[in-house]
């Protein structure tokens, strides 16, 4: 007879371990950091950037994830996700485009750069390629307006286009894949 004693798995022993299978162990152990500090709930923000760095968005089922492992209600979760424009819940292209807006950029021709770079993908802004190679986004200042009109697409900067600029420039995109 076996007179080791069972070790009772709960429902929610379960459903943590189910949500800790949805992370890389590079993500559980941050995590895993996190909920040593002292008030492991203030390291929320922390851990949603951790995750999204890992798969550039975050999604409902990683969120949830998030809230069960950290036992923060999934609502408060979301709130955070929705509430800092840093967080993404769409997937995004392999660049992001962004095309500025500030005050030169407008006035030297941004705003049709931008319905050129619109018309070129089929998209609008916040939105994503169908081959997922492209995200469109506005930004408010660069910071170089001497260059305006100004388009970043992914960590590269290209000053001064115009309209009949932008299919040669996606195009080298494009290319690259």
Do not use: W
């Not at 931008?114 to 986004?137: A, H, P, R, V």
């Not at 930004?139 to 115009?162: F, N, S, W, Y």
Request: net charge positive; glycine share 6%; proline share 5%.
């Amino acid at each position: 007879m076996n007179n080791k004693p069972k070790i009772k798995i709960t429902p929610k022993d379960e459903v943590i371990a189910k949500s800790r299978a949805l992370f890389t162990k590079e993500v559980l152990a941050f995590i895993d950091k996190c909920m040593e500090d002292p008030n492991p709930k203030s390291q929320l923000i922390a851990v949603l950037h951790k995750v999204q760095s890992k798969d550039g968005f975050l999604s409902k089922e990683k969120m949830d994830a998030v809230a069960q492992i950290m036992q923060i209600p999934a609502a408060k979760v979301s709130g955070v996700t929705t509430f800092y424009h840093l967080f993404s819940l769409k997937p995004k292209g392999k660049y992001v485009i962004s095309v500025c807006m500030g005050t030169a950029c407008y006035v030297k021709g941004a705003e049709k750069v931008l319905k050129k770079i619109k018309e070129e993908l089929g998209i609008d802004i916040g939105e994503t390629s169908k081959d997922n190679l492209f995200t469109l986004s506005e930004a408010r200042c660069l910071g170089m307006c001497a260059m305006a009109p100004v388009v970043q697409i992914g960590e590269d900067v290209h000053a001064k286009v115009t309209p009949d600029k932008v299919p040669a420039l996606l195009e080298t995109y494009i290319n690259k894949n």
